[in-house]
């Protein structure tokens, strides 16, 4: 079954201890992406990429680290996380290409990582 | 800067009524997703619109664009309860990233 998978589904932890959601998608999609949903602020993008070894800001990015070394995996690293972070994220991913139908292809999303900072 | 405005943020409706969310958006996109997602769940894609005019429609639900006035609508028909969920639209943004509105959060009372 083609699907994008998060872990851990939930994730309680202390400020300051280090932590990392794991990102895995099986269907061969070059573009990744990391959002946070706030209530009230909708989705906003963390980090993205565009293929192995390509990462780029989105628009709160800061106090995250990402990597792509994978085509598959997209990890998302919270090296000290504050309460300011507990929130719900999400991955995703599409393809990228030349292709029309790669170029308009939806993103695929994960089921979520609810996350809070005490 | 591609930003989006989705309104209302709030909709409470009655079941059969019909009702419209809107969708703006501030500079050239050339295409424009809905996404559908229920209290606690992740997000599930509902229409991909492409083109100046493009309206696709799925049950109860029609989405419709415009590119001209950057605007998408996604109508509601006769509302059923099981509509009930938080409804977004993304327009594409120039890096092949998806900017989405803060969403409309519909329920459907009998």
């Known amino acids: 079954e083609a699907q994008v998978t998060q872990n851990p589904r939930y994730l309680i932890t202390v400020t300051g201890k280090k932590l990392t959601v794991t990102c895995s998608q099986n269907?061969?999609?070059?573009?990744m992406s990391w959002y946070r949903q706030d209530p009230g602020l909708g989705l906003r993008q963390i980090y993205y990429?565009?293929?192995?070894?390509?990462?780029d800001k989105g628009d709160v990015p800061e106090g995250y680290k990402v990597s792509r070394k994978e085509k598959r995996n997209f990890p998302l690293i919270l090296e000290s996380p504050s309460p300011n972070q507990t929130s719900l994220y999400f991955c995703?991913?599409?393809?990228?290409?030349?292709?029309?139908?790669?170029?308009?292809?939806?993103?695929?999303f994960g089921n979520g990582t609810r996350l809070t900072v005490t | 800067e591609l930003k989006v405005e989705q309104n209302p943020l709030f909709l409470s409706m009655q079941e059969g009524k019909n009702y419209t969310i809107y969708c703006n958006y501030s500079?050239?996109?050339?295409?424009l997703y809905w996404y559908r997602q229920d209290p606690g769940k992740s997000l599930e894609s509902l229409f991909v619109?492409?083109?100046?005019?493009a309206v696709k429609q799925e049950g109860r639900l029609m989405a419709s664009l415009d590119t001209k006035a950057r605007l998408s609508t996604l109508h509601i028909t006769a509302a059923v309860h099981d509509l009930s969920a938080t409804y977004f639209c993304?327009?594409?943004?120039?890096?092949?990233?998806?900017?989405f509105g803060k969403g409309t959060k519909l329920s459907v009372k009998p």
């Open positions: 995703a991913s599409r393809p990228r290409g030349q292709k029309l139908t790669a170029h308009h292809s939806p993103l695929h």
């Open positions: 500079t050239t996109s050339d295409r």
């Open positions: 993304a327009p594409g943004g120039s890096q092949g990233n998806l900017i």
């Open positions: 269907m061969n999609h070059e573009y």
């Open positions: 619109l492409l083109s100046n005019g």
């Open positions: 990429s565009m293929n192995v070894e390509v990462t």
